[in-house]
């Protein structure tokens, strides 16, 4: 403990580091709260309080992650940067970051996309705050400035590389290389020369005639970057929790909802269908009963049973009466919703039109 207090004093203290550590340990504090905080509400602890919804209204943390770096920024100006105001308003200001940040999805998007996959977005720029600013508390500068450096033409050469190299990079699709790039000089220069990701701009422009290149990205993508991919998403699932499968507002649940329109739809028609069918095979059965027995009277030899008695209906019309009593399923053709149905007649009824006489 010693040793560490001591560290402190020397490496935080002393070269007054001080209000940037106490912003980053802030930053970290509020984003891992408010995370473990939203995921209790997600699960429905009751133990635990709920979102807050003045009457009705639901505010985001993001609200108060504005006022908290309100007051650290304004504090700082207004106590000119003395101690130990610096101090506390620097943990207030790092505060107002990790509540800011975790919803910059939402601020991206301008929609509630917290728990859907867009709002991964939120933990990468959250991760690359605190990376960022824990690079700078260790001692790296943004593009390689080295205050104490006397070689202006070396020092001016070195940004200017280090800056074209970070812009190929993230042109290339490689944002978290990039990025951090730009406060370690070899490492954006690493990836502005290897092959760029297949759906980055850069492929687009540079390979697009280069069918040998952009097939050797496609297989160093399988192989590579999607493997590194299913990392970070399982470390993301275990920092922020998993996302929603299927979102209310994602395309794929409109897409899902449409389906299952079409089906009922489709039901629906075939349900109506069959039950027109059914109505026109009994129709066309009495029609052909009643047709039978008014015939039966003129009928010579055959039109009476052996006893004497009237031909009932026909075998054809018993059978389909049958059918319809037992329930048996038929299968009719279902035409698509929207085009206009135009109902046929019997096959077995004969038109008619009546005759004008002039």
Same mark, same amino acid.
């Given at each position: 403990?010693?040793?560490?207090?001591?560290?402190?004093? *020397?490496?935080?203290?002393?070269?007054? @580091?001080?209000?940037?550590?106490?912003?980053?340990?802030?930053?970290?504090? +509020?984003?891992?709260?408010? $995370?473990?905080? =939203?995921?209790?509400? &997600?699960? *429905?602890?009751?133990?635990?309080?709920?979102?807050?919804?003045?009457?009705?209204?639901?505010?985001? /943390?993001?609200?108060?992650?504005?006022?908290?770096?309100?007051?650290?920024?304004?504090?700082?100006?207004?106590?000119?940067?003395?101690?130990?105001?610096?101090?506390?308003?620097?943990? =207030?200001?790092?505060?107002?970051?990790?509540?800011?940040?975790?919803?910059?999805?939402?601020?991206? /998007?301008?929609?509630?996309?917290?728990?859907? *996959?867009?709002? &991964?977005? +939120?933990?990468?720029?959250?991760?690359?705050?605190?990376?960022?600013?824990?690079?700078?508390?260790?001692?790296?500068?943004?593009?390689?400035?080295?205050?104490?450096? *006397?070689? &202006?033409?070396?020092?001016?050469?070195?940004?200017?590389?280090?800056?074209?190299?970070?812009?190929?990079?993230?042109? @290339?699709? @490689?944002?978290?290389?990039?990025?951090?790039?730009?406060?370690?000089?070899?490492?954006?220069?690493?990836?502005?020369?290897?092959?760029?990701?297949?759906? +980055?701009?850069?492929?687009?422009?540079?390979? %697009?005639?280069?069918?040998?290149? $952009?097939?050797? #990205?496609?297989?160093?993508?399988?192989?590579? /970057?999607?493997? %590194?991919?299913?990392?970070?998403?399982?470390?993301?699932?275990?920092?922020?929790?998993?996302?929603? @499968?299927?979102?209310?507002?994602?395309?794929?649940?409109? $897409? =899902?909802?449409? $389906?299952? +329109?079409?089906?009922?739809?489709?039901?629906?028609?075939?349900?109506?269908?069959?039950?027109? #069918?059914?109505?026109?095979?009994?129709?066309?059965?009495?029609?052909?009963?009643?047709?039978? #027995?008014?015939?039966?009277?003129?009928?010579?030899?055959?039109?009476?049973?052996?006893?004497?008695?009237?031909?009932?209906?026909?075998?054809? %019309?018993?059978?389909?009466?049958?059918?319809?009593?037992?329930? &048996?399923?038929?299968?009719?053709?279902?035409?698509?919703?929207?085009?206009?149905?135009?109902?046929?007649?019997?096959?077995?009824?004969?038109?008619?039109?009546?005759?004008?006489?002039?």
């Amino acid at each position: 403990m010693t040793t560490l207090l001591d560290g402190y004093r *020397e490496h935080i203290v002393a070269a007054h @580091k001080q209000p940037l550590f106490l912003l980053l340990v802030g930053f970290i504090t +509020s984003f891992v709260c408010i $995370r473990f905080s =939203v995921r209790m509400i &997600r699960a *429905e602890v009751r133990w635990w309080f709920g979102n807050v919804t003045p009457g009705g209204l639901h505010i985001h /943390h993001m609200v108060f992650g504005l006022g908290f770096l309100l007051v650290g920024g304004v504090g700082v100006f207004a106590t000119y940067g003395g101690h130990p105001w610096i101090d506390w308003f620097g943990l =207030v200001f790092g505060i107002g970051c990790g509540l800011v940040l975790d919803e910059f999805a939402l601020i991206l /998007h301008l929609d509630d996309v917290y728990w859907s *996959e867009q709002g &991964r977005k +939120s933990v990468d720029a959250v991760i690359f705050g605190i990376l960022f600013t824990a690079l700078l508390l260790v001692g790296y500068v943004p593009l390689g400035v080295v205050p104490s450096q *006397e070689t &202006r033409w070396g020092l001016i050469t070195v940004i200017s590389v280090n800056a074209l190299a970070s812009v190929i990079t993230l042109i @290339k699709g @490689k944002m978290w290389t990039g990025l951090l790039g730009i406060m370690v000089p070899g490492l954006s220069w690493i990836g502005a020369i290897r092959l760029a990701r297949p759906s +980055s701009p850069w492929a687009r422009w540079r390979y %697009a005639t280069r069918p040998r290149r $952009r097939a050797r #990205a496609l297989r160093r993508e399988r192989l590579l /970057h999607r493997r %590194a991919d299913r990392a970070r998403t399982w470390l993301f699932d275990l920092i922020a929790g998993a996302p929603d @499968k299927v979102p209310a507002n994602h395309p794929a649940a409109h $897409r =899902v909802a449409e $389906r299952m +329109s079409a089906r009922a739809t489709a039901h629906l028609d075939a349900h109506a269908a069959r039950a027109l #069918a059914r109505r026109q095979a009994r129709l066309a059965d009495r029609r052909s009963a009643a047709a039978a #027995a008014g015939a039966a009277p003129v009928a010579v030899g055959g039109a009476y049973g052996a006893g004497g008695s009237v031909a009932g209906p026909s075998l054809g %019309a018993q059978q389909r009466r049958r059918a319809i009593r037992a329930g &048996r399923n038929r299968t009719y053709a279902v035409r698509p919703t929207g085009v206009e149905h135009r109902s046929g007649r019997h096959p077995h009824l004969r038109p008619h039109t009546r005759r004008i006489h002039r």
